[in-house]
């Protein structure tokens, strides 16, 4: 017992050891050696079964379970031999079957009895067998070829033939990438490119390299966020590798993602060289996938920056060229739909714009496209951007739906840029619905989250969205702290769109305090509205002017806050069932 050291399988062993070695004739049981260990104790158990352990061996090189079929392609023996040497695997209890043959499964009784009869075999014996093994799926099992390139990966692997070895791992990565499975097709990307780099250089492999590595962002995208130095580090080999092989065709994936990465990094004047960049290329090389992708990408960048006429301009030329049967793919190369995500753009922009309803007809069009596409990546984006956009016109219930089933989606397919942006709109939704404690503590892990993947965009918003959560649990220092906050990284990125919302919850968070900085709150509103104006945006703009007028009304310039609030209120065409709206109309009223 005590060179066991407690292990029941190795007691098991040893005591099965000792009763065969006694079963023998003359045997002395106090001359029985002893095995120090329990592969030792196995593998004196496989020596005394030579017709079992040639097929353990076999089996094992198969893996922990394993089918008679293939066991008998592989191994070639004579039936007769190869039914004894299953019989004595099974009654010595080192393998179990299920079923008859040839119909059969076996299963090592343990890991550690695979691993004895794996290592037994000499290393050009194993890669031969892993050799064979490949070559007997390939032609005998091509169903096994087409749903699990991956175990072909392997054998190949561990035969050491690198090229097929590499063609498998890509096979398998590409087929997860297109599942959605974006943590299984890292891996299996990440297996081919170490494979291929390891190939003689050419200008082949080069371009077979730049394609792994521009999936691989893609994947990293998805998995870890764009600004994960995972996905910077993908495309800046890519980049490397487009100069060397020079295929137009292949810098716009590439480009692409390289503005993606400094898109959520927020370092604004490289997205917008990038931006441009990439709409000069397509203009020079004219291809309606390439524009939509360029308007797309130049539509974000000056959406972020505040210029919101040049956004929508660019954002609809993008959703004109998309045409959804040419370019239903373009997921699978740019990691979102291109359709999907240039209408999720425009649906902010729209909204910012004053635009509610159009707003919320383009948002329910990228929704349903996203559904058809069925790309779990592009869901996410648009349902990220749908919650947002319920934050925006404080539609608590909108904002908190599409905020679940994105969480639901990121949990379940391991998005964690989206998982935490989901967190954050929960936390305000809770908040504002009389869980105030619990909803600043889902916004301030949901923003902790976000930060860890290296993202700086959307940051001001989410602080602003925390501030709102302090406001509404009566905490207006805490509040003014996260806008002090929020207004200090638009100075740093210059991610000026959210810009006036910041100072119109400024304006209220001051206003709102025992002591009354009135004089303080009055020139934030003010800078909000200014601010709204010269970005066009009209929606920041009623509600500022509403949170202005307001005070005025308080301070006794009944008539100076009607003369503020009747134009910018008289300005919209739609949009008259919003919460902002009825806000403003009702406080008009009052006025009269």
Known sequence: MAQTDGVPLFIEELTKAVLEGASQPDAAVSALPIPSTLQASLTARLDRLPAAKQVAQIGATLGREFNHELLAAVAGLPEAALAQGLDELVNSGLAFRR????????????????????VSLLRGTRQKLHARIAQVLEERWPEVVETQ???????????????????????????????SAVAEAI????????????????????????????????????????AAPETASAFARAQELVEAVGDVSQQFPVL???????????ALPEQQKLAR??????????????????????????????????????????????????????????GQDLGVSALAHLTWVLWLLGYPDQASRRQAEGLALAHR???????????????????????????????????????????????ASATVVQGWAMARHGQEAAGIEAIQRGLADWGKSGAAWMRPFF?????????????????????????????????????AELYRLRGQLLAALPDGRLDEASAAFEHAIEIARRQSAKSWELRAATGLARLWRDQGKPADAHTLLVPVNEWFSEGFETPDLREAKAFLDTLR
Request: net charge negative; glycine share 8%.
């Open 149 to 179: 390139p991956e175990l072909l990966a392997h054998h190949f692997t561990q035969a050491e033939l690198t090229e097929r070895a590499a063609d498998y791992w890509q096979r398998a990565g590409e087929r997860t990438f297109r599942r």
């Open 99 to 118: 079923g008859t043959p040839p119909e059969a499964t076996y299963t090592f009784k343990h890991a550690l009895v695979q691993d004895t009869a794996y």
């Open 373 to 419: 596409v069925g790309h779990k990546n592009t869901l996410g984006f648009a349902l990220m951007y749908s919650a947002l956009v319920g934050a925006f016109g404080r539609d608590d219930s909108a904002a908190a739906a599409h905020a679940a089933a994105l969480l639901e989606l990121a949990r379940e397919h391991k998005l964690d840029l989206w998982a």
């Open 277 to 334: 960049q990439i709409l000069a290329l397509a203009e020079l090389h004219p291809d309606p996938e390439r524009l939509c992708l360029a308007h797309r990408m130049c539509g974000a960048t000056d959406e972020v920056g505040g210029e919101l006429l040049a956004a929508r301009e660019h954002l609809e030329c993008a959703v004109a060229l998309y045409d959804p049967e040419r370019h239903g793919s373009t997921a699978f190369v740019f």
């Open 256 to 266: 692409y993602g390289f503005w993606a990465v400094q898109f959520v990094r927020m």
């Open 187 to 226: 891996g299996h990307l990440t297996r081919s490119i170490d494979l291929v780099r390891t190939l003689p250089e050419s200008r082949a492999l080069a371009e077979r390299e730049l394609h792994l590595q521009t999936m691989l962002g893609q994947a990293c995208i998805a998995r870890y966020g764009h």
């Open 463 to 499: 602080l602003g969205l925390l501030a709102e959560a302090c406001a509404v649990s009566g905490d207006m220092q805490r509040g003014l702290g996260a806008l002090d906050e929020a207004l200090a990284v638009i100075e740093r990125t210059g991610e000026r769109w959210p810009e």
